[in-house]
């Protein structure tokens, strides 16, 4: 059996990214991954301009105290004339400084009267000026390849001028479940059988984290059945995900199944609660990775061992999320014989974060996941105290 960080980093490196990249319009990347850096070709702001509304001036004709003449008038988007000695060019916020004048006067500290402004407050050097290339110049590098890129990015595209971008194309994902005992949500149901929550619930952890779900299959407990599901996943997949049917029952038949395909497992078993039965497999040089069937292992394993792994093929720089520290609020000690993920909620309080345990953690309670925030993560073999300081995994961080 795997350790927990074996494993992840094995899952991690179980594809690299996707080789085909895309050039799409800025109204498309929101969510895309970056697959080249971008270069600024603008100095920003492209030229001295105003921050404020007010009197653009030559700082050394102040020294008169005397009010100054008004030379021109230049609104946001005007080219200005050069600034005349010992005259005021009137503008606004964003519009060009005057070749020459090197101060702006904000209006509130101003009198026009009969073609003169006379400056009755602050007046420093160079104030209220922003300056060309105090953003960013030209030459450098203003976003990096395998960042998903969100509004800030677009915007900063934007700024550049540039109107599209190059990324990585989504990553297809195939969902398999597995087991006679499944029905369909809205489909009728006899006492014996549950429906089916890993398809619908897979799906949408595929979709929340920005790759493309292609098929979501469901096979018996058959192991014809199993492979061709198998198959058809493999062909238009770049990552197959399956559910069920991987532990070691008589009728857990997806690692036959996969071996029928000349699968090689490479994985099998993680040391971890829950979610022990994990395989890794690959067939024809494609990941798939098969999860436990009890709906909250699947959501933990998921979570933390197969999103590292989307994130890579997607073309992320990071695949790891953030994993912070917290209190754990415990009713009494425990000791775990594995390491354990259990589903808690996080909340803050005047001396900081807490989590607290859902009141079950048993992994077919499915309850217990709209309930939970995130994940705190409990070391083997050692007591914890009410109070203890443990990992804490963050839904909104990890399912992103
Ligand atoms: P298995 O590994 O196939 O023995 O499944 C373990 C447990 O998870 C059993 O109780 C199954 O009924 C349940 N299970 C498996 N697949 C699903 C699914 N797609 N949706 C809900 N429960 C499932
Ligand atoms: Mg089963």
Redesign the pocket.
């Given at each position: 059996m795997l350790e927990f960080e074996q494993a992840q980093a094995q899952l991690l490196e179980a594809a690299g990214p996707v080789a085909e990249t895309e050039l799409l319009p800025l109204a498309r990347l929101a969510g895309r991954v970056l697959a080249e850096s971008v270069c600024a070709t603008l100095d920003l702001p492209p030229a001295d301009n105003s921050e404020m509304d007010g009197y653009a001036v030559r700082h050394a004709d102040l020294a008169a105290g005397k009010p100054l003449p008004i030379q021109q008038r230049v609104y946001a988007g005007d080219a200005p004339q050069p600034a005349l000695p010992g005259q005021a060019t009137r503008l606004f916020t964003g519009s060009l400084i005057p070749p020459g004048a090197d101060t702006v006067i904000m209006q509130e500290n101003t009198r026009e009267t009969d073609g003169q402004v006379e400056i009755t407050g602050e007046a420093r050097l160079g104030q209220h000026v922003r300056k060309r290339a105090e953003d960013t110049q030209a030459g450098q590098i203003v976003l990096e390849a395998g960042i998903v890129l969100g509004a800030a990015h677009i915007a900063l595209l934007a700024s550049q001028g540039l109107a599209q971008a190059r990324v990585f194309r989504r990553v297809r994902v195939g969902v398999l479940?597995?087991?006679d005992?499944?029905v369909a949500p809205g489909q009728t149901r006899t006492e014996a059988q549950?429906?089916?929550?890993?398809?619908p619930m897979l799906a949408s952890l595929v979709e929340g984290i920005g790759a493309d779900v292609v098929h979501v299959l469901h096979a018996r407990d058959d192991e014809a059945d199993t492979r061709e599901a198998l198959q058809t996943l493999l062909r238009d997949c770049d990552l197959v995900l399956s559910?069920?049917?991987?532990?070691v029952?008589e009728r857990?038949l997806v690692k036959p199944a996969l071996e029928a395909l000349g699968g090689t497992l490479t994985l099998w078993k993680v040391r971890m609660k829950p979610g022990k039965?994990v395989a890794l497999a690959h067939v024809d040089g494609k990941p798939v990775v098969s999860l436990?069937?009890?709906?909250v292992s699947s959501f933990a394993v998921f979570m933390v061992l197969v999103s590292p792994l989307v994130r890579r093929m997607q073309g992320r720089a990071v695949t790891l999320p953030q994993v912070s520290r917290a209190v754990l609020r415990l009713p009494a000690p425990r000791t775990e014989s594995r390491e354990e993920f259990v589903r808690v909620q996080r909340r803050e309080t005047d001396t900081g974060a807490e989590l607290e345990l859902y009141r079950t953690q048993a992994s077919?309670i499915v309850s217990s996941l709209p309930w939970s925030t995130g994940l705190a993560r409990l070391p083997a073999g050692q007591t914890l105290n009410d109070g203890d300081v443990v990992r804490y995994y963050d839904l909104a961080h990890w399912l992103s």
């Open positions: 479940t597995t087991g005992e499944l549950i429906y089916n929550s890993n398809a559910t069920g049917g991987v532990s029952g857990d039965p436990p069937g009890n709906p077919n």
